[in-house]
T-cell receptor
Framework: DTAVSQTPKYLVTQMGNDKSIKCEQN?????MYWYKQDSKKFLKIMFS???????INETVPNRFSPKSPDKAHLNLHINSLELGDSAVYFC?????????????FGSGTQLSVL | GEDVEQSLFLSVREGDSSVINCTYT??????LYWYKQEPGAGLQLLTY?????DMKQDQRLTVLLNKKDKHLSLRIADTQTGDSAIYFC????????????FGSGTRLSIRP
């Protein structure tokens, strides 16, 4: 069974559209994350939720809105997509907020904005 | 702010040892990590070290930490083709607000 699963794996869309990426973890973890990986493989945290509560919100445009309906799910909705949003988006989870957070990653969603 | 730096590329011959280096700036780092990313996949935790340790060995992997110089390295003994991947160094510290900071990744390629 996949521990952290995200859908879709590939997402190709036009500029200006609104899209969502879904993430689910079956590890019983309390904390979930969204990371963005650019074309140079640089990985940057976007959001973090702990027990459905937002705890990290980096300087991400308001067009990005995470939603956590329960602690096993963290979805990412993106409004008015722009060319610069093209990247691979990774969902991840960890047991909790602690000083030793071992992250478990999903396999990524490759978003291409045309 | 916190910063983690790595060289971008490393090429080694199959069977040799690979040494991937990383430097970080956050002196309050408590844990340091090495993650591996294979093509088309997410990152996978390889190993980690607590900041009060100098060395940790796990089969073919050896992690060395020089806290004074804020330098972390990952040595892979007897490098195999399956070790081809991008290796990310990461750290978490008291000043990170429960946020793990990743380096830019080192792409390891193996030549026959």
């Amino acid at each position: 069974d996949t521990a952290v699963s995200q859908t879709p794996k590939y997402l190709v869309t036009q500029m200006g559209n609104d899209k969502s990426i879904k993430c689910e973890q079956n590890l019983g973890h309390d904390t979930m994350y969204w990371y963005k990986q650019d074309s140079k493989k640089f990985l940057k945290i976007m959001f973090s939720y702990n027990n459905k509560e937002l705890i990290i919100n980096e300087t991400v445009p308001n067009r990005f809105s995470p939603k956590s309906p329960d602690k096993a799910h963290l979805n990412l909705h993106i409004n008015s997509l722009e060319l610069g949003d093209s990247a691979v988006y990774f969902c991840a989870s960890s047991q909790d907020i602690s000083t030793n957070e071992k992250l478990f990653f999903g396999s990524g969603t490759q978003l291409s904005v045309l | 702010g916190e910063d983690v730096e790595q060289s971008l590329f490393l090429s080694v011959r199959e069977g040799d040892s690979s040494v991937i280096n990383c430097t970080y700036t956050d002196s309050s780092s408590t844990y340091l990590y090495w993650y591996k990313q294979e093509p088309g996949a997410g990152l996978q935790l390889l190993t980690y070290i607590f900041s009060n340790m100098d060395m940790k060995q796990d089969q073919r992997l050896t992690v060395l930490l020089n806290k004074k110089d804020k330098h972390l390295s990952l040595r892979i003994a007897d490098t195999q083709t399956g070790d081809s991947a991008i290796y990310f160094c990461a750290e978490i510290g008291h000043s990170s607000a429960s946020k793990i900071i990743f380096g830019s990744g080192t792409r390891l390629s193996i030549r026959p």
